[in-house]
Structures are given as structure tokens and as C-alpha cells.
Nanobody, 127 residues
């Protein structure tokens, strides 16, 4: 089992920045890849960003490219999401997820590609 705990959410004005953290414990952190998703009431959970095990490969949703940066520190078993130039439409609950079984190529942007999920952290951007 893997436990994922997100932190760093909060209230920020449009144009501001937040840095989310996701600390993993339990099973070894040397999984295949990690991801961030977000969800607003009444909508499906959507892909935000993903990072490979080595950290050398990343992928982003078009809506956050150029504004968000995903990174990881394997020594600390932690993955981060730096969010800059935040917009009101970025308001959501952000979830961290870990993948151990699926392929980066086929599954990194899909909810079903991930085996473990955190409890989520609320990000609210005021306009």
C-alpha cells in the first residue's frame, strides 16, 4: 500500500502562486510515475500533470502548460506542483496519484492509470 498526503492548498488571488506537495509513505516510492489531477463539483476529475520516475519526463494538460511545473524529490518521497499565474478556473480540489502497474505512454493522463490517490487539497483562486 501507498499513502499519499497532499498539502499546500489555500486561497490565492488571480495571478498569484501556490506550491502543492504530495508526500508518499508505505510502499517504496520507486513507482513508475506520479500525477496530479483536479476536480470541481459536478465535473469529472481531470488530468493536470504527470512526471516519470526519474523526473526526466513530464506532461501537462494544455490548460496549465507554461504556468504549472511538476517535479519530484525521490529522496524525500515527495512530488510537487508549482502553480504560477493562477486563474479563477484553476479553482478545484487537487489530487496526487501514484502509478505502479500501467504504461506511461498509454495511461499517464488517465484516472485508471493510477493505483493510489491522496485525499485532495483545495485550491481557491479569487478573481
Amino acid at each position: 500500500q501507498v499513502q499519499l498526503v497532499e498539502s499546500g492548498g489555500g486561497l490565492v488571488q488571480a495571478g498569484g502562486s501556490l506550491r502543492l506537495s504530495c508526500a508518499a509513505s508505505g510502499r517504496t516510492f520507486s513507482g513508475k510515475y506520479m500525477g496530479w489531477f483536479r476536480q470541481t463539483p459536478g465535473k469529472e476529475r481531470e488530468f493536470v500533470a504527470a512526471i516519470s520516475w526519474s523526473g526526466g519526463t513530464t506532461d501537462y494538460a494544455d490548460s496549465v502548460k507554461g504556468r504549472f511545473t511538476i517535479s519530484r524529490d525521490n529522496a524525500k518521497s515527495t512530488v510537487y506542483l508549482q502553480m504560477n499565474s493562477l486563474k479563477a478556473e484553476d479553482t478545484a480540489v487537487y489530487y496526487c496519484a501514484a502509478a505502479y502497474r500501467t504504461s506511461w505512454i498509454s495511461s499517464r493522463t488517465l484516472k485508471r492509470g493510477y493505483d493510489y490517490w491522496g485525499q485532495g487539497t483545495q485550491v481557491t483562486v479569487s478573481s
